[in-house]
């Protein structure tokens, strides 16, 4: 059988013995500790310097930021970003409430996954802010693929949300991961032809963070 | 794996001459190289992050065989399968037999190197899967029947024309009748077709980035989402992965996030890190019934315990490429393997074999940009030079290159003899050198080959040695 074939074969080329009790030990206890390494300095500052990083560092890798004060009026505040038209909104939020009956252009749509969705509107797990990365997670009422299959992707972002480096979403998720964990450092993008970067390769072509102070 | 790097030699040439690709070539190299400059600038911690990151990837090798049945262990866990392959033939018939259950017939696929090392997608069209590679530049070069050039931007060789030739040929019969100028067009239209492709499919096939035991999570890296589509989507996802990819912890994974992006690109991150753990939760909206974890070696576990363990480093960054002089003048195709460049000149003639691949690690200047840049240290010239070594012990070089080498280590030997012969051999050279420029632009037979694409300085009139003599005498004259 392969697995026996490969795994012997290892252990040969190694020079190591398959009953060899030390080995496993100092493995194990290496996952059991799970220690960091290094944490770049950046990732550890105030909170508030983090909420900023978050923004600098997501608005360079092409995504679009705009920082409220509260949830009062997030409809509005996705309006103000949308402009002038009439728009289909697929909506997954579960934090806020969002009110769009002031909108009469405005019509919202069930989800199904389909080949093409104007504008998907969602919360989302956290955020970290060493690279401006959103943290999406796969649940109960989030489909992995409802982050992608928009056009533009507009994301709904509490500051206390927002870590300050990988390893912090590592301690909330380890014991119990989800089925995907995506960070998403800006709208879906390509350099395939002639190296030169273009948007919307095959998720959203636009994506905009709604953050809401607390 | 599929390799012609026999044909080096009339590949390269071909190369030079073709100015499209020589002017796609250019674009990489200034790009890339300046990219990554500034990256690692606004990175104080790059390097001290490399060197932890060679020394995990040393440590997972040094006990690889219990971190791998870890990651077994962690995926059967959480619902999943992992299956073995020895070789290539062996991880080609699991995923072919693996469709087969599901009765498959559609198959979306993601960037992944190891699927072009065991030529995975071309088997799987010969048994009559319809497998359709999404992310966008392997997407055009399977239209073109041609392979990657680049073990991240695949299609790199290719002009926008070409592409735009390339989507009106093949698009039209899909109802896309309009040749396309505009790159975002290009773009446009590919997400169309392949939107399509991701709804309809019955299996996604991905690589992986790294493996981590300690979850069994499987990572992966893009920037188009296609990743995601491809294994969110269908109902079975399998993962065709290299034994080298295991980490042992998540805060390792970190660690190799920092550097991957910035090596490959110059960007802090990729648009997209997936870590997938398990097929899909009973309360999930979406995600794979069906997850399966293909691990193949086809050649890996031969290369620990030698000087080539070192390789099995490789993160497949792409830095040595885009930092090798002759991988920026000849581009991918001439390497005649799926990977090129430093790296490519190193893992060909270990997966195929080295009789056919003996030229690649000959083509190196041994300049060492490779290693200076490369982000798990990998001593990307000594290993060419194990390679040189071997194809020497193996009696493989052409005669002519034997006795060169014979007759150089005899000279060297003998030092008279050695001065005897450069003094005469300077002064024929010198016949031919011009006066006024002071260079010698043609020089008969072979040594013609040097100066058919440079020009070459007139030597002294006298030798090093006699001139250092000379110079001695002069000053004892002097002292005295
Ligand atoms: S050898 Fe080093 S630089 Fe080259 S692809 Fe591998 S990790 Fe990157």
């Known amino acids: ?30 996952l059991a500790n799970h220690l960091p390494n290094t944490i770049p300095s950046r990732c550890r500052q105030s909170h508030s310097d983090l909420v900023d990083l978050f923004q600098e560092k997501m608005e360079k890798a092409h995504g679009t930021v705009n920082r409220v004060n509260n949830d009062t009026d997030l409809g509005g505040e996705i309006m103000a970003y949308l402009g002038d038209g009439s728009f289909e909104l697929c909506i997954n939020v579960l934090e806020f409430e969002l009110d769009f009956s002031a909108y009469s252009s405005v019509q919202t ?21 060493e690279t401006g990365s959103l943290v999406i997670s796969s649940s109960k009422q989030m489909p992995l693929s409802f982050n992608f299959l928009g056009e533009k992707h507009i994301v709904l972002l509490k500051e206390d949300q927002i870590m300050g480096a990988y390893e912090d979403i590592w301690a909330r998720t380890r014991n119990d991961m989800p089925r995907d964990i995506t960070l998403v450092s800006g709208p879906s993008c390509t350099g395939d032809i002639e190296m030169i970067m273009e948007f919307g390769a095959h998720g959203p072509k636009e994506l905009h963070i709604i953050i809401i102070g607390s | 794996m599929q390799v012609n790097s026999k044909d080096f030699i009339p590949l390269v040439n071909l190369a030079l001459d073709n100015n499209s690709l020589q002017a796609s070539l250019g674009m990489l190299g200034k790009g890339l190289s300046f990219k990554r400059t500034a990256a690692v600038a606004d990175f104080p911690e790059f390097d001290q ?18 971190y791998l049945m870890k990651f077994e262990e962690q995926v059967t866990n959480k619902g999943g399968h992992v299956h073995w392959a020895s070789n290539e033939g062996e991880a080609r018939e699991i995923v072919l037999s693996l469709c087969q259950a599901e009765n498959a017939r559609t198959i979306t696929k993601s960037k992944s190197m190891v699927t072009e090392e065991i030529d995975l997608v071309p088997f799987l069209e010969d048994h009559g899967l319809d497998a359709v590679e999404t992310d966008l530049g392997e997407y055009i070069i399977q ?17 926008k024309s070409q592409v735009a030739d390339t989507f009106f040929d093949q698009h039209s019969n899909l109802g896309f009748n309009e040749k396309l100028t505009e790159r975002v067009d290009l773009v446009g239209e590919a997400r169309q077709v392949l ?16 493996l981590v035991a300690d979850t069994g999570t499987i990572v992966l890296v893009t920037n188009e989402g296609n990743a995601e589509l491809t294994t969110a989507i269908p109902e079975t996802h399998i993962v065709v992965t290299g034994i080298e990819k295991i980490i042992p912890t998540l805060e390792d994974a970190s660690t190799f996030i920092r550097l991957l992006a910035r090596s490959a690109v110059g960007a802090e991150i990729s648009a997209y890190t997936s870590f997938i753990t398990g097929p899909r939760r009973e309360e999930d909206q979406d995600g794979p019934k069906n997850f399966h974890v293909v691990l193949v070696d086809n050649g890996r576990s031969e290369m620990l315990g030698t000087e080539l ?3 099995l480093r490789c993160i497949r960054c792409s830095a040595c490429l885009n930092h090798c002089p002759v991988y920026l003048s000849i581009g991918g195709h001439a390497y ?24 690649l690690p000959n083509a190196s200047t041994f300049c060492g940009r490779c290693e200076s840049v490369c982000p798990v240290h990998i001593p990307l010239p000594k290993l060419m030079r194990h390679w040189r070594n071997k194809e020497f012990e193996a009696g493989l070089n052409p005669l002519s290159m034997r006795w060169g080498l014979r007759a150089w280590a005899l000279l060297n030997r003998h030092p008279l003899l050695q001065h005897m012969l450069a003094s005469l051999g300077i002064r024929i050279l010198g016949l031919f050198g011009n006066k006024a420029t002071g260079y010698i632009i043609k020089l008969p037979g072979l040594a013609g080959n040097w100066t058919k694409d440079r020009d070459f300085r007139t030597p002294p009139s006298t030798t090093f040695m006699s001139q250092w003599k000379t110079m001695q005498k002069n000053r004892q004259k002097k002292e005295v």
């Open chain 2, 195 to 210: 939107r399509e492709k991701f709804l309809g499919a019955d299996v996604g096939i991905s690589g992986a980035n790294f």
């Open chain 1, 109 to 129: 749509v069930e989800w199904t996954p389909r080949s093409s969705l104007d504008i998907c509107i969602s919360d989302c797990f956290g955020a970290v802010a």
């Open chain 1, 1 to 30: 059988m392969s697995r026996t074939e490969i795994l012997d074969r290892i252990r040969k080329k190694l020079a190591v013995d398959s009953e060899d009790k030390t080995r496993l030990q100092v493995v194990e206890s290496r």
């Open chain 2, 49 to 66: 992050l490399r060197d932890e990151a060679r020394d995990i990837k040393d440590h997972c090798l040094q006990y690889l065989d219990i």
């Open chain 2, 309 to 311: 363990q070192d390789m």
């Open chain 2, 336 to 359: 005649g393997s799926v990977y090129s460049g430093p790296m490519g000149a190193v893992l060909t003639p270990q997966f195929s074999r080295l009789e056919e691949a003996k030229q």
């Open chain 2, 143 to 159: 239209l073109r029947g041609e392979r990657p050039s680049h073990i991240i931007a695949p299609a790199v060789h290719l002009s």
